[in-house]
Each structure stands twice: as structure tokens, then as C-alpha cells.
């Protein structure tokens, strides 16, 4: 992980297309033909990194945080053809992220429960 000034335009970038315009894309095309079905459900899985942004991976919570913006905007766009859009933002997990050295308190609680 590293801090805001240490990001290159690249790392901005390929987070911003996988957690903002790869669930983008996919909305746009699926929604509409959701809507023409009656409707559907669409849940997008954000963060509450998005919520409460790290100074550890700052392009993570930025990303989650506009992630979180066009659930709700993708949602008042398709409420009334059906098509709900929901996101939830779950909180630390065991994963790849969180078995880096500096999420060894994160770990720590998780173990704790």
C-alpha cells in the first residue's frame, strides 16, 4: 500500500476502471434489459473503506467512495422501471489485503471477533 503522493497516474487509474467503471459498464448494460423484464436487483459490493477513507490506500477508498455515488444515482435512475440498485460496504475480511503487515491490527481484531 502506499500514501497519496506516492500513486502514479497509472495506479489512479486501473482502480478507478476496476471499482467505478467496471460496475458502470455492467449496469448500463444490464438495467435496461432488467427494466424491460419487469425489473431486477443489482448489488454492487463497495467498502466501508468508501465510507471511512485510509491514508494507506487512498485510490481504495476513493474508488469505493464514487462506487458508493453510483449505486445511489444508478438507483434513483431505475427505481421506478423495477431495477433496484443497492451497494454494501462490508468492513475488514481475510483477504490478500488484510494480511499485509500494516493491517496486522485488523487482523488482530478479526481473529478477536
Known amino acids: ?12 487509474h ?9 460496475p458502470m459498464r455492467l449496469m448500463r448494460a444490464l438495467a435496461p434489459q432488467m427494466a424491460l423484464r419487469g425489473g431486477g436487483r443489482i448489488v454492487n459490493v463497495s467498502s466501508s473503506g ?12 476513493v ?3 464514487a462506487q458508493l455515488f453510483l449505486s445511489r444515482t444508478s438507483a434513483d435512475r431505475w427505481a421506478r422501471a423495477g431495477v433496484l440498485v443497492n451497494a454494501v460496504t462490508p468492513g475488514p475480511t481475510t483477504s490478500q489485503m488484510c494480511s499485509r503487515p500494516a493491517r496486522s491490527a485488523t487482523r488482530w481484531a478479526l481473529r478477536a471477533g
Open 63 to 65: 474508488t469505493k467512495a
Open 14 to 22: 486501473a482502480q478507478w476502471e476496476l471499482d467505478v467503471m467496471a
Open 50 to 61: 468508501g465510507k471511512r477513507p485510509t491514508s494507506l490506500n487512498p485510490a481504495y477508498s
Open 1 to 12: 500500500m502506499r500514501t497519496i503522493d506516492e500513486l502514479s497516474d497509472d495506479d489512479w
